[in-house]
């Protein structure tokens, strides 16, 4: 019992800082904003606060229905990619889950593309 009560508390543990690592991460995203938009003339500024937005939720989109699934997708013929993962289908019972949720799993590693693109496109 004891033992069942270690996983369920690492799992927890794992969960918080995964979901806490990515809010850090996601503030980046608004630190690259600011910089960016202070980087422009005063007419310009409201075209960057848009690009970033726009990086933000296009980028969450295509991560939900086609990056993860590309990213992580086990042994498809291109990259990896494979239905089971598509648009998170079948992520609970992939292998993905064993270390933490597999929902804060995949948030961590959206706020790292999402920030990278906004990086690359800066």
């Known amino acids: 019992a004891l033992e069942h009560h270690d996983q369920e508390t690492m799992l927890s543990i ?4 995964l979901i806490s690592s990515g809010i850090f991460i996601f503030f980046m995203q608004l ?13 310009n500024r409201m075209n960057i606060l848009l690009k970033n937005l726009l990086d933000s939720c296009v980028g969450a989109v295509m991560y939900y229905f086609f990056g993860f699934s590309l990213q992580y997708g086990g042994t498809g013929s291109f990259i990896g990619a494979s239905a089971e993962l598509l648009a998170l289908s079948d992520i609970e019972n992939s292998e993905l889950s064993v270390a933490s949720t597999p929902y804060a799993f995949w948030f961590f590693h959206f706020v790292f593309a999402v920030t990278t693109s906004s990086i690359v496109s800066g």
């Open 14 to 17: 794992d969960t918080f800082w």
């Open 31 to 43: 630190g690259f904003t600011m910089f960016e938009a202070g980087s422009v003339r005063a007419k």
